[in-house]
């Protein structure tokens, strides 16, 4: 199904897939900043999108920037709700301790993937079916090697 787009800014780039078959579109910056070291902003993109009923959109860090320029995403991934109409913002953050980075309008700054999504509804019980792992959490399976508790 096609996701339309609205151009909201003359500086707006429209979401575009690097390679036919790559998962996500890339998204652009619609502003110049610069984002110093541990800083964070909300950055427009200047395009509104509908995506298809039953479907999500994760905008996600793209991986050459986090790896060269420390440039990553508050709430990665980022979720973008069939029904959201605004402007896709992404709260950006720049991780390198010690380098400013420069983002002019029109460079790509990160990754939108519209996946389908089930809508379960939920059910409040009293009890829950139990299972082998229980509310064994964070930690609960080891570091290294077997796993903890396991042969």
């Known amino acids: 199904m ?5 151009l909201l800014s003359p500086d707006a780039v429209a979401p575009v897939r690097a390679h036919h078959d790559d998962a996500g579109v890339d998204l652009a910056s619609a502003e110049d900043l ?6 964070r902003a909300l950055v ?3 395009i509104a999108i509908a995506l298809p009923a039953g479907t999500v959109g994760l905008v996600h860090p793209r991986s050459g920037l986090a790896a ?12 973008v709700d069939a029904g959201y109409r605004g402007e896709i913002k992404i709260s950006l953050i720049n991780l ?8 002019a309008k029109g460079d790509r700054i990160a990754q939108l993937l519209v996946q389908k999504v089930e809508l379960s509804p ?9 299972t082998d792992r229980g509310d064994r959490g964070h930690g609960s399976t080891g570091v290294a090697g077997a796993p903890t508790g396991r042969p």
Do not use: C, H, M, Q
């Open 44 to 46: 427009g993109t200047g």
């Open 96 to 103: 390198d301790p010690r380098e400013p980075i420069t983002i």
């Open 2 to 6: 096609p996701v339309r787009v609205r």
């Open 68 to 79: 060269r320029a420390g440039l990553s995403i508050v709430n990665a991934p980022g979720t």
């Open 34 to 39: 610069v984002l110093e070291p541990g800083e």
């Open 122 to 130: 939920f059910v409040v019980v009293d009890e829950l079916d139990a």
